[in-house]
């Protein structure tokens, strides 16, 4: 199939991407999105978001005719589902949002249309996915019901991309393909191989969604072993920085680094899909998920004896008098994605119990979130290290990793990342 016009639902950090990707190609793509300012953006050549090269993909796209951006689908030969898929209370999924977007192009699908669940998933969400259709347009028929004879075929596709990387590996990575039937599984192959230069590899739509939470999931359990490790060696005087490194040296032994939590809308969210899914059984994801989520307590902590150990030392000044600069906001370096970030998290929170000034420092954006304009100035590193008293360090930006020893004597620190003080 030629695939004369691509669509894709929901133009965030994965779909303005693999939109721009497919335009690159000269393959015309219209992009939907319910965020009118982030369509305006985009068809004036621009991006909303903070993803190098990007920006210059997007602008050769929209110029050359080749992408533009609207608020409701239109028709097309595939359809490309990126949306989010957050989780409710007691960390139950929410598919509300693949939901609307099935809803929305129902009324747009024709015969022999391909649609592709990129969206990270639970189990079942891509046939849930095609019900919803289904319900929607009794005209046509689905692979559930009709096999290999349907009129729509359907897939799950996830997404496996690394923020700060993600046209690079877009291309180059390899990519799980889950058709609802062989057919399904074929067709979707024939359009990501527009521009995937990796390996396509067939399975069940089921298997597709486990994969990538089972690779986020092995992620989340190897950082909690670290984010323990860490606070283990603080209880008993060890430097965990130093311990991890001489771990390491042993030939069959990788321990990750640890950090303040574990952020982002992947990692922090996907194992909480497998312990709904199955609740008896994935008892070391869920432990994995809870110590990752209990991170961010004990870097607060430190903080608290920071914050005393200054006022020990100044005994001039008051808790008032001291001021706390926070460096870093997004999940994970040289990105602007604060999404289900721990730093923010754990901002907001001693700006809660402290009673000083409160600094942010988070050179990848332009201004603070509302959650955190009321309590926090954002500065430069420069002026908050001519400012502060008590350095928090959460993210191990670029710029973070310039600041000598030297830059940090007469400070109090404390450090997550371990690039200041390891």
């Keep these: ?14 779909g303005l991407p693999t939109a721009a990707v497919f335009a690159s190609r000269k393959k015309q793509v219209i992009g939907v999105d319910v965020n009118q300012n982030a369509v305006d953006i985009i068809n004036r050549g621009q991006i909303h978001i903070v993803e190098p090269d990007l920006d210059m993909v997007v602008h050769a796209a929209v110029t050359e005719g080749y992408l533009r951006a609207t608020t409701k689908p239109e028709p097309a030969d595939a359809f490309l589902i990126a949306v989010p898929t957050p989780f409710k209370g007691n960390h139950e999924p929410d598919l509300s949002y693949i939901k609307a977007a099935s809803k929305s192009i129902a009324a747009v699908l024709k015969k022999g249309d391909l649609v592709i669940l990129e969206s990270t998933s639970p189990v079942g969400a891509t046939e849930q996915m095609a019900a919803w259709l289904a319900d929607a347009r009794p005209d046509l028929s689905f692979p559930q019901t009709h096999g290999e004879n349907s009129d729509i075929r359907i897939a799950h596709c996830p997404e496996r991309v690394l923020p700060g990387h993600v046209l690079r590996e877009l291309v180059q990575n390899d990519r799980v393909i889950g058709g609802m039937t062989p057919k399904c599984s074929e067709l979707a192959i024939s359009l990501y191989k527009i521009f995937v230069k990796g390996d396509c590899i067939i399975t069940n739509a089921r298997t597709a969604e486990m994969c990538k939470l089972t690779e986020n999931s092995f992620r989340d359990t190897n950082i909690a072993f670290a984010n323990e490790l860490s606070m283990i060696c603080d209880k008993l005087d060890i430097n965990v920085w130093e311990l991890i490194t001489l771990a390491n040296r042993h030939p069959r032994v990788n321990i990750l680094q640890p950090g303040p939590g574990v952020g982002g809308h992947c990692i922090a969210v996907d194992p909480w899909f497998i312990v709904n899914k199955t609740p008896d059984q994935a008892q070391l994801i869920r432990v994995a998920r809870e110590v990752n989520d209990s991170k961010p307590n004990w870097v607060i902590e430190q903080v608290s004896s920071a914050v005393a150990d200054f006022l020990q030392a100044n005994p001039d000044k008051n808790a008032q008098q001291v001021t706390i600069a926070c460096f870093g ?3 994970k370096p040289d990105i602007d994605d604060l999404r289900e970030s721990p730093a923010v998290l754990i901002s907001k929170q001693i700006a809660s119990k402290h009673v000083g000034r409160m600094l942010a420092v988070e050179p990848n954006i332009l201004e603070l979130p509302p959650e955190l304009a009321c309590d ?9 290290l001519d400012e502060a008293d008590v350095l928090v360090l959460l993210v191990d930006h670029t710029e973070f990793k310039a600041v000598s020893a030297t830059d940090l004597i007469g400070y109090k620190v404390v450090d997550t990342r371990g690039i200041w003080t390891s």
């Design 329 to 331: 906001l997004a999940f």
């Design 376 to 384: 926090f100035t954002l500065l430069s590193l420069e002026n908050a």
């Design 1 to 14: 199939m030629p695939f004369a016009t691509i669509s894709v639902i929901g133009l965030g950090y994965i």
